[in-house]
């Protein structure tokens, strides 16, 4: 009887180990949710596809505003990782008790967008105030570009000038490339990086120092995610040199730390 009795109970165990040993395998390929800034698609493309072929999970990726992506996450409470544009949007989900842990890894430095061969001379910031001028903008609430030209804009002395210039607001820096270069939109100010990724006949002008204001990129696990463990592995990948060599190649300045 006590060998039969050995020999359950060691069954059992083996099983129960066997369960659990399926269960972790199982929850370390949970797919990933993810929202990022839009003007960040290109390096998170290439990032997600390298990891998917690395470890096979997916990521799957929400892009948008900021802003916008911040008023999806407070509704639903859902989602694992958050990329954003920039620091203010990052900093209201922080006070909203949203964000698990963060980390600030890239620059985002804006600059004006125009049409190839800047038939308008737009030389800086002060230039857009000229009237006559057709300018998109990104809005000030939903998109991380917003709220930093508005910034830029005040320091030079010259947004209310500039407002009476602003025929379309959008809610992405991709829409804001594409007004500049598929319509009759003369400048807009981008992303240095969005200017690349997504216009085929524009280029980019500088903003002058004393204007200029560089933003820093945070990735966040958030609080309510449901495989934080999945979250924080894939978020070392981004912040791992792989990763950090990916953002170099579109552009991006890495923060020092």
Not at 168 to 195: P, Y
Request: net charge positive.
């Amino acid at each position: 009887m006590g060998k039969t009795l050995r020999k359950i109970l060691l069954a059992m165990l083996t099983l129960i180990a066997l369960v659990g040993f399926t269960s972790c395998k199982k929850e370390s390929k949970l797919p990933i949710l993810m929202y990022a800034g839009a003007g960040l698609k290109g390096p998170v493309d290439e990032i997600v596809d390298i990891y998917n072929k690395k470890t096979g999970i997916t990521v799957n990726v929400i892009y948008g505003g900021s802003g916008t992506l911040l008023a999806q996450i407070e509704n639903t409470k859902k989602g694992d990782i958050f990329m954003w544009g920039g620091l203010d949007h990052y900093k209201k989900a922080e006070e909203k008790g949203f964000i698990e842990k963060g980390v600030e890894f890239v620059y985002h430095e804006p600059v004006i967008v125009v049409k190839k061969g800047n038939p308008k001379n737009i030389r800086g910031l002060l230039d857009l105030k000229s009237p006559g001028l057709k300018l998109a903008l990104g809005d000030e609430t939903s998109l991380s570009i917003g709220p930093i030209t508005k910034k830029m804009f005040e320091k030079a002395g010259i947004y209310n000038e500039v407002l009476k210039n602003v025929v379309v607001r959008e809610g992405t820096v991709n829409k804001l490339v594409l007004d500049v270069d598929t319509t009759d939109i003369d400048a807009s100010i981008v992303w240095k990086t969005a200017e690349s990724q997504f216009g085929k006949n524009v280029e980019a002008i500088p903003i002058e120092k004393q204007y200029l204001i560089v933003e820093k990129v945070p990735i966040s696990i958030l609080k309510f995610s449901e495989n934080k463990e999945g979250a924080e592995k894939f978020m070392n990948f981004v912040l791992s040199d792989e990763g950090i060599n990916i953002f170099k190649k579109y552009g991006y300045e890495v923060i020092n730390k």
